[in-house]
Nanobody, 121 residues
Framework: QVRLVESGGGLVQAGGSLRLSCAAS????????MGWYRQTPGKHRDLVAVLITDDSTRYADSVKGRFTISRDNAKNAVYLQMNSLKPEDTAVYYCNAWVQTYGGSGWGDYWGQGTQVTVSS
């Protein structure tokens, strides 16, 4: 019903930059929040950054000052600009959206398939 597709991951040296993109498609009436989470093997999926409809943002302490989240509401898209990358940023990054769908299904939590970000030292 709702699909999130990420792109932009890859391999980068420490100190480098990457930009992740995520586009939502499907039966979308409204999107309240869009954000990014990351996960490493054997660990929980943790919040990286989230942007709410009212333009409020929240960042993990570990990425403040280095990562910037932005949205294009017309495209139902969210982006994550990652600068000054560190090896500890290596993870699978997942796009997330809180979406209201048409047809009376209400609000739901949707995830992308994930994109690998690897930062070499």
């Amino acid at each position: 019903q709702v699909r999130l597709v990420e792109s932009g991951g890859g391999l980068v040296q420490a100190g480098g930059s990457l930009r992740l993109s995520c586009a939502a498609s499907g039966s979308i009436a409204n999107i309240n929040a869009m954000g990014w989470y990351r996960q490493t093997p054997g660990k929980h999926r943790d919040l990286v950054a989230v942007l709410i409809t009212d333009d409020s943002t929240r960042y993990a302490d570990s990425v403040k000052g280095r990562f910037t989240i932005s949205r294009d509401n017309a495209k139902n898209a969210v982006y994550l600009q990652m600068n000054s990358l560190k090896p500890e940023d290596t993870a699978v990054y997942y796009c997330n959206a809180w979406v209201q769908t048409y047809g009376g299904s209400g609000w739901g939590d949707y995830w992308g398939q994930g994109t690998q970000v690897t930062v070499s030292s």
